[in-house]
């Protein structure tokens, strides 16, 4: 599976961002997927992920009620809606893709290039 993110860029606190991961290969929809995000000087940790039918969700606490994942699996593409962003929310941010749903980092293979999301008081 190979992995485009797309979507980041600057963005007033309190603002909404959606980004967008595209995907290759034939096993995108029967795949895990998940975005996660690595702030300066911080480790890498999940944002959020979402099973291969979507039935599945989870999200890393700073973000419930802000943050949805969502996938498309007829246009190969996951989503991330953020909205009412925070400053801690700056980061890089990537998707990657697992064999099954998880929130553990060290189950995902295959990781999109990130993309920049920069949150300004």
């Known amino acids: 599976v190979q992995l485009q993110a797309s979507g980041g860029g600057l963005v007033q606190a309190g603002g909404s961002l959606r980004l967008s991961c595209a995907a290759s290969g034939r096993t995108f929809s029967s795949s895990g997927m998940g975005w996660f995000r690595q702030a300066p000087g911080k480790e890498r940790e999940i944002v959020a992920a979402?099973?291969?039918?979507?039935?599945?969700?989870d999200y890393h606490d700073s973000v419930k009620g802000r943050f949805t994942i969502s996938r498309d699996n007829a246009k190969n593409t996951v989503y991330l809606q953020m909205n009412s962003l925070k400053l801690e929310d700056t980061g890089v941010y990537y998707c990657?893709?697992?064999?099954?749903?998880?929130?553990?980092?060290?189950?995902?293979?295959?990781w999109g290039q990130g993309t920049l999301v920069t949150v300004s008081s």
């Open positions: 990657a893709a697992s064999r099954r749903y998880s929130v553990n980092r060290n189950e995902y293979e295959y």
């Open positions: 979402i099973s291969w039918r979507g039935t599945y969700t």
